[in-house]
């Protein structure tokens, strides 16, 4: 067959313009591919709720066979998936905000231990947060300080305090701008140095 009609929209179109289907003696579909398209985006529009309440009840009869399709997906399209998301956040910016900020309202506990969770599995990344929250204040522009300049910084000084020599335990861990923001000095990796709360306490903006 090189050729066939579509019965719906009575287009003639080659064979890869239609779906299979094995239980017709042609193996293709009646209808045209966009046809069937057309066709089946009309009917979810108009039957969402149905739709969604057969999705749900195939998911719950199909657990282990949806989440092994599930995984394999997301292995084979990391990309694609990183980049809709990405797409879906901008467009939706502030519902996601909302969204985010109302479940945690709802959820104060499990926050609470999600946060702290992931500052104990990542503590240098939590630091350098803290810092980067610290330069807005001063600066909207401030660079950006990393969880690689943390640990850079501390490897630096191995892990001892500018101030005093002294280790310094991570409970009392601080960073303090060598030149004060005060006085002219940016908040840069380069101008950050590790020490302990209670020296950088004394030290002031000296």
Same mark, same amino acid.
């Given at each position: 067959m090189t050729?066939?009609?579509?019965?719906?929209?009575?287009?003639?179109?080659?064979?890869e313009g239609?779906? /299979?289907?094995? @239980? $017709? &003696?042609?193996?293709?579909?009646?209808?045209? =591919?966009?046809?069937?398209?057309?066709?089946?985006?009309?009917y979810?529009?108009?039957?969402?709720?149905?739709?969604?309440?057969?999705?749900?009840?195939?998911?719950?009869?199909?657990?282990?066979r949806?989440?092994?399709?599930?995984k394999t997906?997301?292995?084979?399209?990391?990309?694609?998936?990183?980049?809709?998301?990405?797409?879906?956040y901008?467009?939706?910016?502030?519902r996601w905000k909302?969204?985010?900020?109302?479940?945690a309202?709802a959820?104060?506990?499990v926050? /609470?231990?999600? @946060? $702290? &969770?992931?500052?104990e599995?990542n503590p240098? =990344?939590?630091?350098?947060?803290?810092l980067?929250?610290?330069?807005?204040?001063?600066d909207?522009?401030?660079?950006?300080?990393?969880?690689?300049?943390v640990?850079a910084?501390?490897?630096?000084c191995?892990?001892?305090?500018?101030?005093?020599?002294e280790?310094?335990?991570?409970?009392?861990?601080?960073?303090?701008h060598v030149?004060?923001?005060?006085?002219?000095?940016r908040?840069?990796?380069?101008?950050?140095?590790?020490?302990?709360?209670?020296?950088?306490?004394?030290?002031?903006?000296?």
């Amino acid at each position: 067959m090189t050729e066939k009609i579509c019965t719906r929209c009575h287009v003639v179109k080659p064979p890869e313009g239609f779906y /299979r289907n094995r @239980s $017709r &003696a042609d193996g293709l579909t009646e209808w045209c =591919r966009e046809c069937t398209r057309v066709a089946v985006k009309a009917y979810r529009d108009a039957n969402p709720e149905l739709i969604r309440d057969r999705k749900a009840l195939y998911v719950e009869r199909n657990r282990e066979r949806v989440s092994v399709a599930r995984k394999t997906y997301r292995e084979a399209n990391r990309e694609r998936i990183r980049q809709t998301l990405r797409c879906w956040y901008q467009r939706n910016a502030e519902r996601w905000k909302a969204h985010v900020r109302e479940w945690a309202q709802a959820h104060p506990e499990v926050v /609470r231990e999600s @946060s $702290r &969770a992931w500052r104990e599995k990542n503590p240098d =990344r939590y630091r350098a947060n803290k810092l980067n929250a610290r330069g807005r204040r001063f600066d909207p522009a401030a660079e950006k300080i990393t969880a690689r300049d943390v640990v850079a910084a501390l490897a630096a000084c191995d892990g001892r305090c500018y101030l005093c020599g002294e280790t310094i335990q991570p409970e009392v861990l601080s960073f303090d701008h060598v030149i004060p923001v005060s006085r002219g000095g940016r908040h840069v990796a380069e101008n950050l140095r590790p020490t302990h709360l209670a020296c950088n306490a004394r030290k002031g903006a000296k």
